[in-house]
């Protein structure tokens, strides 16, 4: 399994799981990155999220206290 270490590639193989008009939130999205071979737990790769990608590639929404993520 690949480390979800601090690599340039991080915000592609982020981005790589989502499909077209896709919301996903954090779990989904860590579940999705390890069946790609990814070693990385949900709460590192939402704050990666909240500090690296929000705004800038993704954009969330709050369903019921928990955000759903998709892409801009």
């Known amino acids: 399994m690949k480390k ?5 590639g991080k915000v ?8 077209d008009g ?3 939130n ?3 999205i860590c579940i999705r ?7 990385v737990e949900d709460g590192h790769l ?3 999220i909240y500090h690296n990608m929000l705004y800038k590639h993704l954009e969330k929404d ?3 206290g928990v955000n759903h ?3 801009i």
Do not use: P
Request: net charge positive.
């Open 69 to 71: 993520y998709y892409t």
């Open 46 to 48: 939402k704050m990666f």
């Open 33 to 39: 990155m390890n069946e790609q071979g990814y070693r």
């Open 62 to 64: 709050d369903v019921k």
């Open 26 to 28: 954090g779990k989904e």
């Open 12 to 19: 592609k193989a982020v981005l790589s799981v989502f499909e």
């Open 4 to 8: 979800f270490g601090n690599a340039a």
């Open 22 to 24: 896709e919301k996903l």
